[in-house]
């Protein structure tokens, strides 16, 4: 077999922008590594760039055009889904002009091409865009006040720094390379501060963590600041010879005095002197600022404030020193290929408030959207509005990799390449090397780069000519800047290039600003007024909410089988104990704008006054915590203020808390019983656990004793695996399940029994079971009887999807049992029974990973049970199954979602009934 490496770059939406080595085996991707050669990344990369080689083979990964009707999809052929398109664009624009439909351009990959794809809309005439930002806008904006035009020190400057503080900047997740810079700086004797309200996992590389309360950043650097100027450490001669507004700037630092300043900053006093006293003793020290600082309406002030502490401690145009924010990816190429000049100025709605710009345009409404490299239904704030916004467009195409959120509502997916099967450029925003984007593998399936799309679309429409040309004289045209400083696309495809940029910006000290001097920060009222709101406290919300930087995803980019229940949300334990809450809890947080549910989390070492989730889950996996978060714009830069969302925390209401055994504070317990590794219990427990249930689980298959009685729980569950459900002698806690599954359903505490769940179920109550002549595999559509029509648990959850089987045995229906679900190779395929008592045969709990893995089993022979069976299933068969594979788990787990909550709420029938 082949074995090559190829140079090409990571372009996920991460400032570390690392140099690839790819490894190819044949025609499959097999290894991620760093560029030993890039001269930032050094060869390191994080273990996210390893786990992405599962996302590209993922079996959740769309990988053929589809267009949904209702709420199924249709896998259908590249010229039907772009025709669809280019019919619905010429209409809109007949009908209501091209402001009627929306290009939304995220933030996931910002590649030379993708200038292309604005271009290709202002060919057709210009559409409503976007403006503003859910990331860093607000610091380069605030930047660009103080220094005239945000330039950073190249991250390779800080090895001469003295000091460090990383300000809200966590590089251990989210900029990998600067982690060794920092050691460095520590291994040379020099302090390594974190300013960060939340104990990131950069407080590893920190001598000291210092928590500013959310918002309170400001006055921390007014405090430092006042401190070295009492102690006369200033730098004099820049404030007065480089600087401007230094008499506003004075009257600010003198507005309060240090004790003041930190009680608003919430740190203590000795907080400031250490950061004070490192900046005047240990210099150069270099500030890296995060992306937490800009999540506020006033951050701004923040920013600016600790620009101008780098000028008053002498750190502005110092080698080692600086403050440093961000680089621009988009500078090294040929901006006039956005086509902004093409078209008269076009309609902008603003990113931080996409939901209700959507909602609010009338003139002429929003009639399409078109959505590439990104996620907003799950991003933006208020994600209830935004999906509201894109349920009332008539249509959405969205271009990914999976059935997110955006994704989900839109009516033709069309599948991406990643960066890894694509050609391209790319810079970054975190350091100042280009990068090529070189295919490592041909494209999965049927996808398409961006660029191919927007290639084929263009045939549609009579401004072809003008876009139709190959990628690599599209890039010769864009990288002209990149070829100007020295560096053909030939040489950039051997490996990473230094853009013309300084290593120390601003070293002559002088400034592009109108007076040429570096502007101090000196909005006394502003600064008063932000002081004055962090004073007032809601004490029904008295939490502010910190969505961070996850540590093993980029933002949204996972999928459904990767997320966790809940979101997992953290807060001070003596805090949580003082609400009546554990570890462990399911909670549900609120603010004014709606709430959410979350799994509680408690540390010692937290703020009081915070909590801290990780953002980018998806809102259809349970994770909706953009759902609280006020749709409003920072007062500069129009960036998000995610921050300033203030929650309130309490116990998360189950569907059985009207069980005898919940109390109101304690959640009901549900008893899981397992018999296999196979089948855990998937997307049932998952949704149980959103339904505010704790687990208890109970490996029977590997002899864990099972309870005696249903005293202590809500409900059961008794999962699948390869036993024979009449096997009492291999399995002897068989006998004591069946008599418990009885037992819970006299309570009527409701029982569920999956696959030999099923079977035992069925047995348990006279039924009995038996080997099938074959196996059933795949997923198969059943037929509803007319009382699964009207089933209290079932019918809510019609129609019936395709269903996944996974059996060898099956069962004759107990007397008193109800047909729910008839197949035709196995008739019995869902009953109730007793009380509250159902049996699935088929596999309802499974996600495409389980699936995916399944199959591989049966194709691979691995499990000798099965291994007679293999013959029935042809290459073709598995072929299909894995191109359906996607669409058929979505509707799977949407089923799943609905079974689960109708068949947890028997709690409640069951107790009402027992009350009368
Ligand atoms: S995600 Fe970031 S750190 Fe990881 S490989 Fe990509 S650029 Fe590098």
Redesign the pocket.
């Known amino acids: 077999m082949s074995v090559r490496t190829v140079v090409t770059t ?1 372009t ?1 939406d ?1 400032p ?3 140099g ?1 080595l790819a490894t190819v085996e044949g025609d499959r991707l097999t290894r991620l590594a760093g560029d030993p050669a890039h001269p930032f990344i050094k060869g390191k ?2 273990r ?2 390893m786990r992405y080689i599962e996302r590209v083979y993922s079996p959740e990964r769309i990988t053929r055009p589809m267009l949904r009707r209702g709420d199924q999809w249709e896998i259908v052929s590249w010229d039907t889904a772009l025709d669809l398109i280019a019919g619905r664009m010429h209409r809109i624009r007949d009908e209501s002009g091209p402001e009627a439909i929306l290009y939304y351009q995220g933030f996931g990959e910002r590649t030379a091409l993708k200038l292309l794809n604005k271009y290709f809309f202002n060919l057709f005439g210009g559409v409503t865009t976007m403006h503003g930002t859910l990331c860093g806008g607000t610091g380069q904006a605030s930047q660009n006040l103080d220094y005239g035009e945000r330039v950073s020190h190249d991250p390779l400057d800080h090895l001469h720094s003295a000091s460090m503080v990383l300000w809200a900047r966590n590089p251990v997740t989210t900029n ?1 390379s600067l982690a060794p810079i920092a050691r460095d700086v520590a291994r040379r004797g020099g302090r390594v501060l974190l300013v960060d309200p939340a104990p990131t996992k950069s407080a590893s590389l920190a001598s000291r963590h210092i928590a500013p309360r959310p918002g309170g950043d400001a006055f921390l650097a007014l405090a430092a600041a006042r401190l070295i100027l009492d102690a006369g450490a200033e730098d004099r001669a820049f404030l007065e010879q480089h600087a401007e507004g230094l008499d506003g700037y004075l009257r600010l630092v003198h507005r309060w005095d240090v004790a003041e300043l930190c009680r608003l900053a919430g740190v203590p006093v000795a907080d400031a002197e250490h950061l004070a006293e490192t900046l005047m003793t240990q210099k150069p020290t270099s500030i890296l600022l995060g992306w937490g600082l800009h999540r506020h309406v006033q951050a701004h002030l923040t920013i600016r404030a600790i620009d101008a502490l780098g000028a008053v401690s002498g750190n502005i145009g110092v080698a080692g020193g600086g403050v440093s924010q961000g680089f621009e990816e988009y500078g090294p190429y040929d901006q006039h290929y956005w086509g902004d000049s093409l078209r008269p100025p076009r309609r902008t709605l603003l990113m931080p408030r996409v939901g209700e710009e959507i909602l609010a345009a009338t003139d002429p409404p929003i009639r399409m959207i078109y959505v590439t490299a990104a996620n907003p239904v799950c991003t933006a704030p208020r994600s209830d509005k935004v999906a509201q916004a894109f349920r009332q467009a008539e249509f959405v195409v969205y271009s990914g990799h999976f059935l997110d959120d955006t994704a989900a509502l839109a009516h033709v997916f069309l599948p991406a390449t990643t960066f890894l099967e694509e050609e391209d450029v790319v810079a970054s925003y975190g350091h100042n090397y280009v990068g090529p984007i070189t295919p490592a593998i041909a494209p999965v399936g049927q996808c398409k780069s961006e660029f191919r799309m927007f290639y084929e679309l263009a045939a549609r429409f009579d401004f072809a000519d003008q876009f139709r040309k190959p990628e690599a004289e599209w890039l010769e045209r864009i990288c002209a800047p990149i070829r100007q400083q020295g560096c053909s696309l030939e040489q950039l495809r051997q490996g990473a290039f230094r853009l013309d940029a300084p290593m120390v910006p601003f070293a002559d000290r002088t400034f592009p600003t109108p007076s040429g001097r570096f502007r101090l920060v000196g909005d006394l009222a502003e600064m008063e007024a932000m002081a004055d709101a962090l004073g007032a406290a809601d004490p029904a919300r008295p939490f502010r909410l910190l969505t961070i930087a996850p540590h093993r995803f ?1 933002c949204s980019e996972r999928t459904m089988a990767e997320h966790e229940p809940l979101p997992e949300v953290q807060c001070n334990a003596a805090v949580a104990a003082s609400l009546g809450l554990e570890d462990g809890d399911a909670v549900r947080l609120h603010s004014a704008e709606g709430q959410a549910a979350a799994r509680l989390r408690t540390r010692e070492d937290l703020r009081p006054d915070i909590l801290v989730a990780e953002r980018g889950g998806w809102t259809r996996a349970g994770h909706d915590l953009n759902r609280l978060i006020k749709d409003v714009a920072s007062r500069v830069g129009n960036g998000t203020p995610y921050y300033e969302a203030t929650v309130g925390l309490e116990p998360l209401p189950s569907s059985c808390s009207g069980s005898p055994q919940a109390s109101p504070c304690r959640p009901p317990q549900v008893l899981v019983i397992q018999h296999g590794l196979h089948s855990l219990g998937g997307n049932f427990l998952k949704h149980l656990e959103q339904q505010g249930c704790r687990l208890h689980t109970v490996r029977a298959f590997e002899g864990e004793a099972l309870p005696h009685t249903p005293q202590d729980y809500a409900a059961l569950v008794v999962m699948g695996g390869p036993q024979h459900a009449w096997d009492d002698e291999a399995w002897p806690h068989i006998p004591p399940l069946l008599r418990l599954m009885r037992e819970f359903d006299a309570l009527g505490r409701p029982v569920a029994g999956v696959c030999l769940g099923a079977q035992l179920l069925a047995r348990a109550w006279g039924g009995e079971c038996f080997a099938m002549e074959a196996l059933e595999f795949g997923f198969v559509q059943h037929a509803v009887t007319e009382a699964g029509q009207v089933d209290p648990v079932l019918g809510p959850a019609l129609p019936l999807p395709r269903l996944m089987e996974f059996h060898q045995d099956s069962f004759r229906l107990p007397p008193e049992a109800t047909l729910l679900v008839r197949g035709e190779a196995c008739e019995a395929q869902c009953f109730r029974v007793g009380r509250v008592s159902y049996g699935f045969q088929f596999h309802l709990e499974v996600d495409a990973a389980t699936v995916a893995h399944w199959t591989r089993l049966l194709r691979e022979g691995a499990v000798e049970t099965y291994r007679q069976y293999r013959e029935q299933h042809d290459e073709a068969c598995f072929e299909t199954l894995a191109a359906e594979l996607p669409v058929l788990a979505d509707r799977g787990e949407r089923f799943c979602r609905e079974i689960v909550a109708r068949w947890l709420a028997q709690t409640q029938t069951q107790t009402q009934v027992q009350a009368h």
Request: with cysteine; glycine share 0%; charged share 15%.
């Open positions: 990571c996920r991460c570390n922008t690392c690839l990369v994080c996210k760039a990998i980029i």
